[in-house]
């Protein structure tokens, strides 16, 4: 049986999956019967902690590409297929609370990066070694990302998580992975209808990018609230 919804979230007349169940009638089984938000944030967490204790995170220090004074820190880990479609195509996931609303989305975003910070700031008791990464998300060699930057960058309203496109390497350089969101269709209201990305266990990766830093301190170059109101509209972002 679905999960019940808070009056806030999309149901099944509005976020329905008949184009999906078509090709992949075993999947809706999974969307269909996905957790609760709370649960959501529970499997995100538990797989930064799984990509921790395995060494599977990547960790980077992005350059600003008119601004290389000023970084921001990369987080990349993986979550496997099934959280992954959890997290993007299902009525409790992340877009769907963009959908709902902008400002549900931005206050689900907060929630997560809380969530994985918390982890981090557990994890990470000095500092932790990382990538460099130009403007264009270029290696440029090992670093190393102290704790106190790795904290001023990931905050909980400037930070903003989505799939990953450019896999940071463990030993430098980069590996592209899926990039834009086609295929099968999730059918909103009105007959809006999203692509529901999804992903194989070698590539369903999700993205954290946090502040750049700068002199007057954490900031983002495209603010959270346009980015939110394009997820509202197109499920992209």
């Known amino acids: 049986m679905p999960h019940h919804l808070g009056p806030d979230l999309p149901d099944e007349s509005t976020w329905r999956f008949d184009e999906i169940a078509c090709a992949e009638p075993a999947r809706v089984l999974l ?8 649960a959501l944030l529970q499997a ?9 204790t395995a060494g599977t995170i990547r960790l980077g220090t992005e350059q600003r590409s008119n601004g290389p004074a000023d970084l921001r820190v990369v987080v990349q880990f ?51 070694l ?6 264009d998300f270029k290696d440029c060699g090992p670093t190393r990302i102290s704790k106190e930057f790795l ?21 430098g350089g980069t590996t592209d992975l899926p990039t834009g969101i086609i295929g099968r269709r999730i059918l909103l209201e009105h007959g809006t209808s999203w692509a529901a990305p999804y992903r194989d266990d070698l590539s369903a990766w999700l993205d954290v990018k946090g502040a750049f830093v700068g002199e007057a301190g954490p900031y983002q170059l495209k ?11 197109t499920g992209t972002a």
């Open 31 to 38: 969307l269909e019967s996905a957790g609760s938000p709370a």
């Open 44 to 52: 995100v967490g538990g797989a930064l902690d799984t990509a921790l």
């Open 78 to 128: 993986p979550v496997g297929p099934r959280i992954f479609d959890w997290f993007f195509n299902a009525r409790t996931g992340y877009r769907a609370h963009f959908r709902a609303h902008r400002d549900a989305g931005l206050d689900f975003n907060r929630r997560i990066i809380e969530v994985l910070r918390s982890r981090l700031d557990v994890a990470v008791p000095v500092g932790v």
């Open 130 to 135: 990382g990538r460099q990464l130009d403007g």
């Open 151 to 171: 904290m001023s960058s990931i905050t909980q309203d400037l930070s903003k998580v989505w799939f990953c496109t450019k896999l940071i390497g463990i030993d």
């Open 223 to 233: 603010d959270p609230k346009a980015r939110a109101e394009t997820l509202q509209v």
